[in-house]
């Protein structure tokens, strides 16, 4: 693997790091009678944001509470994170081309783990609803959008990814881009 590539995979790494610090994803709500919005960030270890003022609103619909502690994600994803990055330093500094598509492979599936994650997680949380709440809507579910926009009731709901989440885009990019150019270059006399 070329050096160029060997710098790429050590940017795609290093990008990686922030997710320790900065929020990954957000959801944010925004009501007649919240129109500065409320909302929720998603770390890689904790949620932050308005999470007492939702889980008020929510008692009413009869959605559970969130907290960290009902996320045993927030427990192991900094371990998995660490073995992902030294993976990468790995990937960087190795001379084969099979480490960059290690590398890559995993940050993939570890993305899309997320997001699985995450749509199972707001399928359950909109839809297990407490049969004694206090307001029920016939047929109504309040799963949160897994990406994008959605109307629940009279709240406009926004999900959306935070710092962390367009740097991991931004890392996976750059790895699956060294990818195609090593696959490129050792099947370029192959292809007729």
Known sequence: MKTYDRILIGISTLLLI???FVPIWRIDLVAPQYPEGIGIK???TEFSGNVESINNLNHYIGMARINNSMFPEFVYLPYILGFILILGVWAAVSKSPLWAYIWAVILSLFGLF???DMYIWGYD???NL???AAIKVE???YQPPLIGYKKLLNFEAYSL???GGYLMAVSLILALSVCVRQWLKNNKYRVH
Do not use: E
């Open 114 to 116: 997320a997001m699985v």
């Open 139 to 141: 047929g109504m579910a």
């Open 125 to 127: 949380y909109g839809h």
């Open 130 to 132: 407490d049969p004694t």
């Open 42 to 44: 998603i770390w890689l």
């Open 161 to 163: 990814p935070d710092a």
């Open 18 to 20: 922030p997710l320790y």
